[in-house]
């Protein structure tokens, strides 16, 4: 393998149990993680939707995923971009999300938020800085 | 340039495996190099050799599988998306204990690393789909 690091970026832009482009994103995800990238996620779009907490799918006869997302962490995806213009077009804020964190090695298991709250502009660019982007 | 192509969509339904059909062909033709193709989610119905479409109507698995003939294509199905939509090889069938398999001997099913080395390994990673 060539052990070049580039900069992968996971688009996220559906709701979560319509179709099953989150899930299988998240597979993506994780198989990924295990080739050391560098792989920050962002949320746009309805696919905020994703990582709302309290997500209950006991009706809907279909597996919740959404646990998934707080293991991302202990795979070092820790790079959680949401799209503030999403949230407010769907009402939503920050204390609506799951509170996803990880553990910083280099500062004695310290735990950090993953997630970090961009304006469409601020993501306009972290999109341009990529090298990778996997649109879901 | 070195491109990997990913179809996000099934045959017929949606033009993605169309587009990609067209970008793939034309960057060959004009000395570009593909890396891989890699079918997943409902893309993966673009592998399945049992495809019967009307006489007058283009054949999209046997058109990319005499693309890959020609230029020596690589062309990967996701394996985890291929069993959820019964894509199914010799080893599936095996493994699985099903009494068939559809897939064309053309493409091959394999697993999501290879998608993320094609994106490593390429310059450019081109999605088709919605």
């Known amino acids: 393998m060539s052990e070049d690091i580039k900069n992968f970026l996971y688009l996220n832009r559906r709701a979560p149990y319509g179709t099953i482009y989150a899930w299988e994103s998240l597979e993506v995800v994780l198989i990924g993680a295990a080739f050391d990238q560098k792989v920050s996620l962002a949320f746009v779009d309805d696919g905020v939707f994703q990582i709302v907490k309290g997500q209950d799918t006991s009706d809907l006869d279909m597996k919740n995923f959404s646990p998934t997302y707080s293991a991302l962490g202990d795979y070092d995806v820790n790079q959680l971009y949401v799209e503030q213009e999403s949230l407010d077009e769907r009402g939503l804020t920050i204390d609506d999300l799951m509170h996803l964190t990880w553990e910083d090695e280099d500062e004695d298991w310290a735990e950090k938020d993953s997630i970090r709250v961009v304006s469409r502009a601020e993501l306009a660019k972290i999109i341009e800085g990529q090298d990778v982007v996997f649109s879901f | ?130």
């Not at chain 2, 993966?44 to 999209?60: A, E, F, I, K, Y």
Request: charged content about 25%; glycine content about 8%.
């Open chain 2, 1 to 130: 340039m070195k491109f990997a192509i990913q179809i996000n969509e099934g045959p017929y339904q949606h033009q993605a495996s169309d587009s990609a059909y067209m970008f793939t062909k034309n960057a060959l033709e004009k000395g570009h190099e593909i890396f891989r193709v890699f079918f997943y989610h409902d893309g993966v119905g673009n592998s399945t050799r049992l495809t019967s479409p009307p006489q007058d109507d283009r054949h999209v698995v046997n058109r990319w599988a005499e693309l890959a003939e020609k230029h020596d294509l690589d062309m990967v199905v996701c394996v985890a998306a291929a069993q959820r939509r019964g894509v199914v090889d010799d080893g599936e069938a095996e493994r699985n204990g099903k009494d068939a398999t559809n897939i064309h001997p053309r493409f091959r099913i394999s697993g999501l690393g290879q998608l993320v080395e094609a994106a490593i390994q390429s310059e450019r990673l081109v999605v088709f789909g919605d």
